[in-house]
């Protein structure tokens, strides 16, 4: 596994979303009016949430949890970089 990623942003920190962060993710993923925009489906539980964590730090791609700089455990939300083949996206 590669060593964990972290950066300064202002007053932002943008650092790797952790497996045991589920039940945060959920909190996200899990509400329909925050999901009907992105590009999969509304999560069911806090293990929906926690498989897809796993997902992403097994992919190639880079998603990371943006936190205020005062609290590093606050998620705001979670910002990627998406690789398919020759294509990336964010």
């Known amino acids: ?3 964990p990623v972290q950066a300064q942003l202002g007053r932002f920190l943008i650092r790797d979303v952790n497996p045991w962060e589920g039940a945060q993710v959920f909190a996200m993923t899990g509400d329909h009016n925050v999901m009907r925009y992105m590009g999969f ?3 069911r ?3 929906d949430a926690t498989k897809l964590i796993q ?3 097994e992919s190639p791609s880079k998603w ?3 936190c205020l700089d005062g609290d590093p455990t606050d ?3 979670i910002v990627g970089l998406e690789v398919q083949g020759h294509q990336a996206t964010m």
């Open 75 to 77: 998620m705001l939300g």
């Open 45 to 47: 539980s806090v293990d």
């Open 41 to 43: 489906a509304t999560h």
């Open 1 to 3: 596994m590669n060593a």
């Open 55 to 57: 997902r992403w730090r």
């Open 64 to 66: 990371q949890a943006v």
